[in-house]
């Protein structure tokens, strides 16, 4: 089991990546929609955090895994596509990166707009990235939303699409490779 | 002895006016503390916030002699947990950095059978509004009936924080503050 990506197939640390961070987005975009609409509580402070925690260790997975893709370069689309779903595929995969660095750095932002402090693990503390003021906290959590809303769009598209394709490049980020 | 006698006469003769003077106090700032509760949900957000400087006058033959005057330090106001310090003091509630007191001037004190009511000016990041507290005065323990010299001044009422222009986190923290203070005081001599 290689840890390298090659012309055939994903490595063993491109699918972990790949299917940890899915893992996690998807959970953490349940867990942000909750906490927008949660009744506050002293016992649920925690989620706060927790969300902040979770988000920040996305945001160090995202910019390892466009390291780790600069140095390791994933195999290209599997050649069977039609040029549209070449070029929706791309568009879904690109938009996917720069939405993995955009949501958390834009709950950094609103998080450090508000003058809280951004907690990490219940003991590190961020340093702020935007001056306390409410209409960056406004715009911020709004971006933040809006962000969150089209990640929700493109993990759809992006499931739909890895389903609908029954070539294989569901079983390459399951396996490594398309056939076993 | 006819002399001292004398003496003593004339010190009670000018001490009797005296005593109907109001008395100063000075504030005994370790023991006297500031609490206030607003609401979190269904839970209650506690904190406390230091008096940094307080004149108090009390005129126990005149009501409305007395006077208070209380100074505090919002910079040093803490809640019952650090994410609501932060809110708390933050720009869009007390605003600290901008307004690093919150004062208390009475204006008057109307006396009861059983309590008092004090009115007087609030001010909260920079606005001015009336409020009206519940006062009671107590001789501290340890002091004789008639002893005046030690006395604790407690006060309670409710602000209303969106009057004050402290409207943040609206949506998390209840807009009725109560306030609970207890001010221990010594009196001035001389």
Do not use: C
Not at chain 1, 10 to 18: C, E, I, N, S, Y
Not at chain 2, 25 to 50: E, K, N
Not at chain 2, 60 to 85: C, E, I
């Amino acid at each position: 089991m290689a840890a390298y990506n090659n012309d055939a197939g994903f490595g063993w640390v491109t699918r972990g990546l790949h299917w940890l961070m899915a893992l996690a987005l998807i959970a953490m975009l349940v867990f942000g929609t909750y906490l927008a609409g949660m009744e506050p509580a002293l016992d649920r402070l925690w989620m706060y955090g927790a969300h902040k925690t979770v988000g920040f260790t996305l945001l160090v997975l995202s910019m390892l895994r466009i390291g780790w893709h600069a140095w390791s370069p994933p195999p290209g689309p599997i050649p069977d596509l039609a040029v549209w779903q070449l070029r929706l595929s791309r568009a879904v995969q690109r938009s996917f990166y720069a939405l993995m660095l955009a949501l958390p750095l834009s709950g950094w932002v609103a998080s450090s707009a508000t003058g809280i402090d951004t907690v990490l693990f219940n003991r590190w503390v961020l340093p702020p990235i935007a001056p306390v003021s409410e209409q960056w906290e406004s715009v911020g959590f709004i971006v933040h939303g809006a962000l969150g809303k089209l990640l929700a769009l493109l993990v759809i598209v992006h499931v739909v699409g890895a389903f609908w394709h029954r070539n294989g490049t569901l079983r390459r980020m399951l396996f490594g490779h398309r056939k076993l | 002895m006819n002399l001292l006698l004398r003496v003593v006469s004339l010190i009670a003769l000018l001490s009797g006016p005296l005593m109907a003077e109001p008395l100063h106090y000075d504030l005994d700032p370790t023991r006297s503390r500031v609490g206030f509760v607003a609401t979190f949900g269904s839970d209650r957000i506690t904190g406390t916030i230091p008096i940094a400087t307080a004149e108090v006058q009390l005129d126990f033959d005149r009501a409305a002699s007395s006077f208070v005057r209380v100074v505090l330090d919002a910079t040093g106001a803490r809640a019952s947990f650090p994410f609501a310090t932060q809110a708390m003091t933050g720009p869009k509630v007390l605003a600290v950095s901008q307004f690093p007191t919150l004062t208390f001037e009475s204006r008057s004190l109307a006396v009861g059978t059983t309590s008092a009511t004090l009115t007087g000016d609030l001010t909260i990041r920079g606005v001015t509004r009336p409020v009206m507290l519940e006062a009671q005065v107590f001789r501290q323990r340890g002091t004789q009936a008639g002893d005046r010299s030690r006395m604790s001044v407690r006060l309670n009422g409710t602000v209303r924080r969106s009057e004050f222009g402290a409207t943040g986190w609206a949506d998390m923290v209840g807009d009725v503050v109560e306030l609970d203070i207890l001010v221990r005081i010594d009196q001035i001599r001389g």
